[in-house]
């Protein structure tokens, strides 16, 4: 089974540039498809990115496509959110996932989680 532990979120201004990390131990990292989602406060957890196991292919929210980019790095079991053109409306817990099954867009597909990196962004 597979621990996943975030790092990298903090308050930044709007406009701004933030590097998520995700660090996983246990389990095969290179067997998972990775994901990352997000929760603001009273709203759903939604997709934001995710990425296959092998790097080949990615897929994007609407929201955030052209302004983040995910990628990852088997041999050091990390994966990460490249943030852009921050805007105050991407401020939410950032979640990593991982799933067996493959790559999916909604969060059914990811039976692994981390605990979350608050980002703010300020106006």
């Known amino acids: 089974q597979v621990q996943l532990v975030e790092s990298g979120g903090r308050l930044v201004r709007a406009g701004g540039s933030l590097r998520l990390s995700c660090a996983a131990s246990?389990?095969?990292?290179?067997?998972?498809?990775m994901g990352w989602f997000r929760q603001a406060p009273g709203t759903e957890r939604e997709f934001v990115a995710a990425?296959?196991?092998?790097?080949?292919?990615?897929y994007y929210a609407d929201s955030v496509q052209g302004r983040f980019t995910i990628s990852r790095d088997n041999a050091k079991n990390t994966v990460s959110l490249q943030m852009n053109s921050l805007k105050p409306e991407d401020t939410a817990v950032y979640y990593c996932?991982?799933?067996?099954?493959?790559?999916?867009?909604?969060?059914?597909?990811?039976?692994?989680w981390g605990q979350g990196t608050q980002v703010t962004v300020s106006s």
């Open positions: 996932a991982a799933s067996v099954t493959g790559l999916g867009t909604t969060s059914t597909f990811y039976p692994y």
């Open positions: 246990g389990g095969t990292f290179s067997s998972y498809a």
């Open positions: 990425i296959r196991s092998t790097g080949s292919r990615t």
